[in-house]
């Protein structure tokens, strides 16, 4: 089983700025990697695939970039309605997908 | 648009079975792969398995395998997931997620249920 961890666990961010988040395989998953937002009471949306492009409606503010081990969700200038939980999910170890913990990202 | 519609939340007691529904519209049901995720109480996303609704084939994430049954219905564009021999830690929210490529799967997921909450208590 592939292990994806993410970093920080929480991040605190003040609107406007820019946050980072990391998501690391324990093994390579070539570009096979997605990432998704969550807020409280909702389902995940799908916000990138193929580890940098955006899923459809996504803003421009969201990009990803890495390939391998290693991946960085940026979200370039902060909303408030970005504040939310992170999950990253690998989906190049088949037939078993698997998801970061979670960052979440909070306001500072 | 795109739809993915639940049944209603459950409590069910430890060794029984459970089966959520999740009925699509807005597209072919029959297209896309569904699949199931689940989120434990305060927890991270765990992918169980999907079910190629044109032709009803399966593949389910070993931790499941004996306990996981998914189907589907595509007079009704339905898709089920019945989990057995429920446990306390199978207390959890049950989502479906539409696999965003058509016809084989991707397998990330673009458009989801809206979660049913199924709660083993005795």
């Known amino acids: 089983e592939i292990v994806m961890t993410q970093s920080p666990a929480t991040l605190s961010v003040s609107p406007g700025e820019r946050a980072t988040l990391s998501c690391r395989a324990s093994?390579?998953?070539?570009?096979?990697l997605a990432w998704y937002q969550q807020k409280p009471g909702q389902a995940p949306r799908l916000l990138i695939y193929g580890a940098s492009t955006r899923a459809t409606g996504i803003p421009a503010r969201f990009s990803g970039s890495g390939s391998g081990t290693e991946f960085t969700l940026t979200i370039s200038s902060l909303q408030s309605e970005d504040f939310a939980v992170y999950y990253c999910?690998?989906?190049?170890?088949?037939?078993?997908?698997?998801f970061g913990q979670g960052t979440k990202l909070e306001i500072k | 648009q795109v739809q993915l519609v639940q049944s209603g939340a459950e409590v069910k007691k430890p060794g029984a079975s459970v089966k959520v529904s999740c009925k699509a519209s807005?597209?072919?049901?029959?297209?896309?792969?569904t699949h199931w995720v689940r989120q434990a109480p305060g927890q991270g996303l765990e992918w169980m398995g999907w079910i190629n609704p044109n032709g009803g084939g399966t593949n389910y994430a070993q931790k499941f395998q004996g306990r996981v049954t998914m189907t589907r219905d595509t007079s009704i564009s339905t898709a089920y997931m019945e989990l057995s021999s429920l446990r306390s830690d199978d207390t959890a929210v049950y989502y479906c997620?539409?696999?965003?490529?058509?016809?084989?799967?991707?397998?990330?997921?673009?458009?989801w249920g809206q979660g049913t909450l199924v709660t083993v208590s005795s």
């Open positions: 093994q390579s998953v070539s570009s096979n």
């Open positions: 997620a539409r696999d965003q490529c058509s016809g084989s799967s991707c397998p990330f997921f673009d458009y």
């Open positions: 999910q690998q989906y190049n170890n088949w037939p078993l997908y698997t």
């Open positions: 807005g597209y072919t049901f029959s297209d896309y792969y």
